[in-house]
């Protein structure tokens, strides 16, 4: 089994910038199996959506939903077991639990579809205020 912790979440001003973490623990076998981490976020009411991938370890390949190309980066530390979130210009509609996800094995759906990802982390608040 494979844990994964978010952290760097909080409240910030609109405009401001906040740098999700997610840390990779557990089995080395499971964790060599991830192939992809998953952005993911939530806000209340709403249903989880996808807001980007990296290619774990490799390439780095990054791919983002339209909605945060541009103001959002995602980037890794493959040697901590590490991925990160960079969240740039942020505004009020940015307030979610924001999830890291990992992913193993061959694409059955589209990367942002949820049931897609194995292993999940709790979730880190970030609330935007205007």
């Known amino acids: 089994q494979v844990r994964l912790v978010e952290s760097g979440g909080g409240s910030v001003q609109a405009g401001g910038s906040l740098r999700l973490s997610c840390v990779l623990s557990?089995?080395?076998?499971?964790?060599?199996?991830?192939?992809?981490i998953g952005w993911f976020r939530q806000a209340p009411g709403k249903e989880r959506e996808g807001v980007g991938r990296?290619?774990?370890?490799?390439?780095?390949?990054?791919v983002y939903g339209d909605s945060w190309r541009g103001r959002f980066t995602i980037s890794q530390d493959k040697a901590s077991n590490t991925a990160y979130l960079q969240m740039d210009s942020l505004t009020s509609e940015d307030t979610a639990t924001y999830y890291c996800?990992?992913?193993?094995?061959?694409?059955?759906?589209?990367?942002?579809?949820?049931?897609?990802?194995?292993?999940w982390g709790q979730g880190t608040q970030v609330t935007v205020s205007s």
């Open positions: 996800a990992a992913h193993t094995g061959l694409w059955r759906r589209p990367w942002d579809e949820p049931a897609e990802y194995d292993d």
């Open positions: 557990g089995n080395t076998d499971h964790i060599g199996q991830i192939n992809y």
């Open positions: 990296i290619r774990f370890g490799g390439s780095s390949t990054t």
